[in-house]
Each structure stands twice: as structure tokens, then as C-alpha cells.
């Protein structure tokens, strides 16, 4: 069910509920979802927390994952995706789009779009996906001051600081720098782009009582582990961050390819979600009932003299 409008919206801000839900046990599973409608199927199938991916957003405007997008574009997927479920969500932050006090503008900016955590990464501009290679960090410090300013510009948003490091300077410099980054004020770590399940294993124990995320993504240095054998390895947190997109984009060449060849759309109608359970994921007769329960304006006339 959506949250048709001004009914049933979360009280507690959220980056709060963002923390209770890893306060509780078992591993915080969140699967991409950056648009308003994946956001109501996400919700649909029983998750509690999404992940918005940069290179969702930026693919989705047609654009390279190279830290090309605003925060004013990125908060326009916050709100959408705030709105329309209510779900706390873990928001890519790139590089905090400048120094620290852009930084600072960002969080302010992703708070009050509805953000429940942001995740920054230690990368230079132009930054990559983390699973390609020659990408170019920050110093440590430098990523430390971002960190930090992100700590003191927030209000609740839960802040996850991403390293890179460990394809250039391995798991001593990785770990080096998580540490960095929590004196700094960080509240959990990403590691990213690990590629066997020892690395995992190594940074966890590493990292005695932290909070750890890890991204599976498709078609990366990671191999396929499910939500159960990240939790095994010492994760509390898991993101899928493109698959809705991946699978979406197949599903959209595949249309065009049928139009194109058959001249309309009679073979795959099978395929297509109908409009009844279209109307049924967005709400539709919900909004439809509350536009009719609304009381229409009466217009006053001026009374005589």
C-alpha cells in the first residue's frame, strides 16, 4: 500500500528508524530502488529499508556513473522515493559532490528530501563505479574531513563511509582508513569491491564491533554471496544496487525489439504487469476515495448592506 497522501506518515525521522532496524538481529537487507514505483514494489515484497544508487539515478538520465548528477537531482529521487513508501533508505552520496562544505549542504539537502543514512566514498572526481579499475582516492584525511563535516552538519541521518583502498593499497590500508574515517564520525563502513569471501572475513574481524555494509552487485569483482553468508562473514548490512535496473532495462529492449520486429506488443502482453495490478501497486481507487471524500469549496457571497 502507498502512502496516499496524508495518511499513516512515519512520525519518527528517518535516519532513527534507519538505527532500529540495525539494532535488531539479522542482516539489513535493502535492494535498489530509486524510483517511486520500485520503491511500492520493493515495499510489496517485504522489505524494510532500499538503497538508492547512484549509478541508478545517473543511468536513468541516460548519464555515465562518473559524479555527474546534483544534489538537487538526487534529492528529486529522495523525495520520490520517500513519498511514495516511506521506507528509510540508504542514499549514494559519491564524493559529498565537493569539499566539506558542500559536504555539509548535501546532508542538510538529503535530510529534508527524506533520507534515512547517506553512504560518501574516499574517490576523487572523476569517480567510478567501485568495482572498475584505476580509480583515484583522496587522502585519508581529506575523506576524514568530509566525514566529519557530514557528522556535524546532520540531525539523524546515519552516516556509512565507503573505501576503495583495498584494490591499490590493500586490506592494511583499507583498514587503516575505515578507522580514520570512525574517529572521524562515522557511523558504519562499506567496504568495497572485496573479492573473495577471506577478504570479507578478514575485514570483519578486523573491525571488532562496527557496522559493516556489503554491495553485491552483478558483473563485478564480488563474487554472488546471499544476504545469510554476508551475515556469516560479519556483515550487518547488504545492498543489490542496480538489479532492479539491470532486470527493468532488459525488460525495456526486449519491448522495443518486439515493436520493431512484430508491429506492436501481442507477444509479450503475457509478460506485462496488467493495469489492474498497476492501479493496485500505486493506489489508485485509494486516491480515487479520497478525492471523493474531499468537501468541495463553497464560495461565499458578499452579504447585503
Avoid at 26 to 41: D, N, T, V, W
Avoid at 136 to 142: C, E, G, V, W
Avoid at 168 to 184: F, Q, T
Avoid at 203 to 222: D, H, I, Q, Y
Amino acid at each position: 500500500m502507498p502512502y496516499v497522501i496524508g495518511s499513516d506518515l512515519p512520525d519518527a525521522p528517518a535516519g532513527e528508524r534507519f538505527r532500529a532496524l540495525l539494532e535488531r538481529s539479522g542482516i539489513l537487507r535493502m535492494p535498489g530502488a530509486h524510483l517511486g514505483i520500485s520503491a511500492l514494489l520493493a515495499k510489496k515484497a517485504g522489505f524494510e529499508a532500499l538503497y538508492l544508487s547512484g549509478a541508478a539515478m545517473s543511468a536513468t538520465m541516460g548519464l555515465p556513473d562518473l559524479g555527474m548528477i546534483t544534489v538537487d537531482e538526487v534529492c528529486f529521487y529522495v523525495r520520490q522515493v520517500a513519498r511514495a513508501a516511506g521506507l528509510p533508505m540508504l542514499v549514494d552520496g559519491d564524493t559529498g559532490f565537493g569539499e566539506a562544505l558542500n559536504v555539509m549542504h548535501m546532508v542538510r539537502a538529503f535530510e529534508e528530501a527524506g533520507a534515512a543514512a547517506v553512504q560518501l566514498e574516499d574517490q576523487l572526481l572523476p569517480k567510478k563505479c567501485g568495482h572498475l579499475n584505476d580509480k583515484k582516492l583522496a587522502t585519508p584525511d581529506d575523506m576524514a574531513a568530509k566525514v566529519a563535516a557530514a557528522r556535524k552538519a546532520r540531525r539523524h541521518l546515519y552516516i556509512i563511509a565507503r573505501t576503495d583502498a583495498a584494490a591499490s593499497e590493500g586490506m592494511d590500508g583499507a583498514v587503516a582508513r575505515a578507522k580514520r574515517y570512525l574517529e572521524a564520525g562515522a557511523d558504519a563502513i562499506f567496504p568495497e569491491a572485496l573479492n573473495t569471501a577471506e577478504m570479507f572475513r578478514e575485514f570483519a574481524r578486523r573491525m571488532p564491533g562496527v557496522k559493516l555494509l556489503a554491495n553485491m552487485t552483478e558483473f563485478g569483482k564480488t563474487p554472488f554471496y546471499t544476504d545469510k553468508e554476508f551475515e556469516e562473514m560479519g556483515y550487518h548490512m547488504v545492498i543489490w544496487p542496480v538489479s532492479h535496473l539491470r532486470m527493468a532495462n532488459r525488460a525495456m529492449e526486449d519491448t522495443y525489439a518486439a515493436i520493431r520486429d512484430e508491429g506492436g506488443t501481442q507477444g509479450i502482453v503475457g509478460r506485462m504487469q496488467t493495469r489492474a495490478q498497476l492501479y493496485e501497486t500505486i493506489g489508485y481507487h485509494d486516491y480515487e476515495a479520497l478525492d471523493a471524500s474531499l468537501v468541495k469549496t463553497v464560495i461565499p457571497e458578499m452579504p447585503a448592506r
